[in-house]
């Protein structure tokens, strides 16, 4: 419980119970946000703490991007970045979520998918190989998988997943061989970043063409780095 500040979750249900029934919760994440800028210099530091009581996962998103992206609090805040992130890479297509590959002790081409309207599991189209350590981006009905490990080497492949037919294409392959990268979409091309090559850490960022099947190496990040986030807001791309 928020040391001294009790008041404020008794405030933020009582906020919640005088909204509309569609909105109850983004507005006390407004409510929120609010009383921390109100008195940036002493509430900053109990700001991931405040927005903890608030279910960020029920806001709808395009109202938690435009909040996200007005508010410079927000912004330059680390820790609500990363519980962002978690919530930007939420969800699936066409109303189901799809598990691709990884591993269970072997190394798996298998896909999964999980229909939300059912609750139920099924096994679809395998990937055309094996492997783990990919990263994916969703654009309108397909999923896009770049790089990875297949138990032998790194790979540059990029494949698209087609959710309506179920089925994969192969497309052109990227310059760096790479895993545990980090791909994100934005206005009708594909952005891989970092990763390792096997053997160090890359600082490299390739750009690809949906429209064009052709990849371009862009300014590369200031830091090598694997395992990291990707995402882009409000036009512009933060690798985390």
């Not at 229909?115 to 094996?130: A, D, V």
């Not at 994916?136 to 990875?148: E, F, M, P, Q, T």
Request: hydrophobic residues 40%.
């Amino acid at each position: 419980m928020l040391q001294g500040h009790t008041w404020l979750v008794a405030a933020l249900l009582d906020c919640r119970e005088s909204l509309s029934v569609e909105h109850k919760d983004e507005g006390m994440f407004y409510f929120a946000v609010e009383w921390i800028e109100s008195d940036e210099v002493e509430r900053e530091s109990k700001l991931f703490e405040i927005l903890g009581f608030i279910p960020l996962t029920c806001l709808r998103w395009k109202f938690l991007k435009e909040v996200v992206a007005e508010r410079k609090i927000l912004m330059n805040n680390t820790k609500f970045l990363k519980s962002f992130v978690k919530i930007l890479t939420r969800g699936g297509a066409n109303g189901s979520v799809y598990v691709f590959g990884g591993r269970n002790g072997t190394m798996l081409s298998s896909v999964s998918k999980f229909q939300s309207s059912t609750g139920i599991w099924s096994e679809t189209t395998p990937m055309p190989g094996k492997r783990t350590h990919f990263d994916c981006a969703v654009v309108g009905d397909k999923i896009y998988l770049c790089g990875g490990f297949n138990g032998d080497k790194n790979l540059n492949t990029l494949e698209v997943f087609h959710t309506k037919s179920q089925t994969f294409q192969t497309l052109a392959s990227m310059k760096y061989p790479r895993e545990s990268c980090a791909v994100v979409a934005l206005d009708g091309f594909l952005y891989v970043a970092g990763g390792t090559n096997g053997e160090n850490c890359l600082d490299k960022i390739e750009k690809y063409s949906i429209e064009t099947n052709e990849w371009k190496e862009v300014s590369p990040m200031q830091t090598k780095r694997s395992g990291l986030k990707f995402v882009e807001l409000d036009g512009k791309l933060f690798a985390l």
